[in-house]
């Protein structure tokens, strides 16, 4: 009797391989958890970032405003010196 034939073979390599799919899809369900943390961590990380950039641009605004309002309050409206490259005569 001769134990090794075709079709034996074909049964133990299709159940090798449906062992080893088994073993890949514990091993992604024991994954999945790590998966998910890590990408909320990450998104996590991403809003931090976008937000402190936004308080920081917001800051540089508003200093923006009041360096411009600093300015505005000691000129007097409508009157603007221009420096000429040519002396005024005197009358």
């Known amino acids: 009797m ?3 034939s075709k079709r034996n073979a074909l049964i133990g390599f299709i159940t090798l391989e449906a062992l080893k799919q088994r073993r890949r899809t514990k091993r992604l369900r024991r994954k ?3 998966i998910a943390l890590f990408s909320l961590l990450g998104l996590a990380s991403v809003v931090a ?3 402190i950039a936004a308080v920081i641009l917001r800051r540089r605004g508003e200093d923006d405003v009041a360096a411009h309002s600093e300015e ?3 000129e ?5 010196v221009t420096a000429s490259s040519e002396p ?3 009358t």
Request: charged fraction near 20%.
């Open 49 to 51: 970032v976008v937000g």
């Open 76 to 80: 007097i409206v409508g009157e603007h």
């Open 2 to 4: 001769n134990v090794f």
């Open 88 to 90: 005024i005569p005197a």
């Open 72 to 74: 505005g309050d000691s």
């Open 32 to 34: 999945r958890p790590r």
